[in-house]
């Protein structure tokens, strides 16, 4: 195994119980001005950057008025505000975040969501401390599964991309991860810790509470 010099932390749905919200905020939104996703819908939606999601529905199931800025905005400020209220960090977050910290080597988060909510969501839950790279893939050319946001996380950490250790929730940020070079771990959803498809990945675990199996105690 390759050295871990850094650490990146994706967000919605590993380090916060998001997901939900984000479905509960695209459904009420795009169900007002078009249709509202099906299951399906969001299992492919899942890991993409929002002006990606509201684009690419828009040409499926289009609507009057267009604006993908006035869409976007609706729903960023719908998913922060049903996620303050309702969500809880994930379990073995702090567990993981101060793991790392204990063994001095930087983390970085790097998300799909845009940094707005980003920023909002790591403040409120009393995590922004942790991480000294923050970065939103909302700024990058391509969105995951492409490894754009990895990349430029990796270049920001001063750290080539083999010696970056990336976990993620949804197949599309292993599929980023993995072109990005980096080795990977995957922490899916109970409902998706199954599925073949995260095979790809270099570890897959049921939580960030495996961070005590001492995997990676010898850092």
Known sequence: MPMIKAVIFDMDGLLVDSEPWWRVAESNIFGKLSVSPTEEDFEKMMGNRIQEVITNWHAKHPWPDFSLEKTMNEIVDEVGRLVTENAELMHGVIESLEFFKSKNIPVALASSSPLRLINRLITNYKIDHYFVIVRSAEFEQRGKPFPDVFLTTAKALNVEPENCLVFEDS???????????????????????????????????????EIRNGRFDAL
């Open 171 to 209: 197949h599309n940020g292993v599929l980023a991860a993995k072109a990005a070079g980096m080795m990977c771990v995957a922490v899916p959803s109970p409902e998706h810790l199954a599925q073949e498809r995260f095979g790809i990945a270099d570890w897959k675990w049921a939580s960030l509470l």
